[in-house]
C-alpha cells in the first residue's frame, strides 16, 4: 500500500506525457520565459480552470506567496495574518519577505484558520490575510472577505493543497484578490519536479509578479525593479496542461474514497464531515485520535503508510519562536493522522485501514 501513489496515473496517460516531453525537446522550450509557448497554454488553461484573469506561473508554491505578497507591495513593518497550522512555506514565505506572521489559531473540527479569532490581531500594520484551505477542504471564505473588506485587507488563499476544491459551487482561489497554487509533485494537480502559480485579479499586480518571477525585466535587458529567478519550466507547463485535463475526475476518486473511509471508520473518531455545498477535495485525509502513538505502532506492524501533517503549530516552531498559546492548533497536532488517500486506493486497502483504525479504538 502507498501513502500517495503518482505512478498509477502517469502510466494511463504516458503515451501523452511521452509526445509532450518530445515536444518541449523538439523546440528546446526549456525555460520558461514569457516567450515560452508551453508557459502561455498552461497559464491560459489554468485561468479558465479558476476563472482568474491573471495567471503568472513560477518556480514553486513558495515563492508564489514570496512574489504574491512583494507584488500587492507588502514588506517590512507589515503584518500578514496565517493560520497556526499549515505546511512550512505558509509562514515562512511572510517572514522571507520583511514582513511580519501573526498567527490565528484553528478550529477544531478542521484544522483550518479560526475565523472567529481573526479581528482580534488586526491593527493598523495588518496588510493582508493568507487563507489555507488545508488537507483540500476550503477554509470559512465567506467570512474571511466579509473580515477582510471590513478591514481593508489583501486575501491571498494559499491553495497549495486545494486545486479544484469549492464553496457553493466557487472554486477555491478564485475568492480572494489573488490565490498561490503548488505543483510539487504529490499535490492534487503536480508536476515533475517543483513549480507553482499565481492568479491575481487586478492586471496590474500581475503585470509585476510576472516581472518578479523573471528578473524584475519588463522586457529583455530592460530590468525596472529587482526580482529573482522564479521561472516555472516549459517541460513541468506541458506536462501541467495534460494532467489538468484530468485534475476533476482524479480529484472525484478521492471523494469517493474519502467518503468510504468515512461509511467505514467508526463514530467516536473524529473524522473530516462531508458538507454538501463545500466540496473539499481530500489532498489528505485527516483523522483525530486520543492514542495516536498506540496506531501508529499497529500501522508500523501492518505495513500502512501514514504522515503528521503537522507535528507542530508554525508560532512554535524555532524560526517563529513563540511559546504557548495556540490551545487548538496545539490539541489536534497531538492527535492528527492523515491516513493514505490517492485516486488508486482500492476497497481492500480502504478497509484494511479502516479496520486497523476501528479495532485500535474499541480495544
Ligand atoms: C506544498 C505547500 C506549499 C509550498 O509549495 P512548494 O511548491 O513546495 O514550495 C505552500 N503552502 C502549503 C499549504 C503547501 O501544502
Known sequence: MQFVDLHKYHESISGQIDS????????????????????????TKFSEFIG???????????????????????????????????????????????????????????????????ERLINAKTKAIIPVHL??????????????EKHKLIVIEDCAQSHGAMIDGKVVGSIGDASTFSFYPGKNLGAFGDAGAMLFKN?????IARQIRNH????????????????????????LSLKLDGLNEQNQKRIEVAKRYNELIHANIVKPAIHENIKSVFHLYVIQVEDREGLIEKFKSQGIPFGIHYPKPLPHLAPFNIEGGYESANHVCGRILSLPIHPFLSEEEIQLVANEVNQHHSC
Open 52 to 118: 482568474v484573469s491573471n495567471c503568472v506561473a513560477c518556480a514553486n508554491g513558495t515563492d508564489a506567496i514570496e512574489i504574491a505578497l512583494v507584488a500587492f507591495g507588502i514588506g517590512a513593518g507589515d503584518e500578514v495574518l496565517v493560520p497556526a497550522l499549515s505546511w512550512y512555506s505558509t509562514a515562512e514565505a511572510v517572514a522571507s519577505i520583511g514582513a511580519t506572521p501573526i498567527f490565528v489559531d484553528v478550529n477544531k473540527e478542521n484544522c483550518n484558520i479560526d475565523v472567529s479569532k481573526i
Open 216 to 239: 524584475g525585466q519588463e522586457e529583455k535587458h530592460t530590468h525596472i525593479r529587482l526580482g529573482r529567478n522564479s521561472r516555472m519550466d516549459g517541460l513541468h507547463a506541458g506536462i
Open 20 to 43: 509532450v516531453i518530445k515536444e518541449v525537446i523538439s523546440e528546446s522550450a526549456f525555460i520558461g520565459s514569457n516567450g515560452n509557448r508551453f508557459i502561455k497554454e498552461f497559464e
Open 135 to 148: 488537507y483540500g477542504n476550503p477554509a470559512d471564505m465567506v467570512e474571511i472577505m466579509i473580515i477582510a
Open 203 to 207: 492586471v496590474n499586480v500581475a503585470k
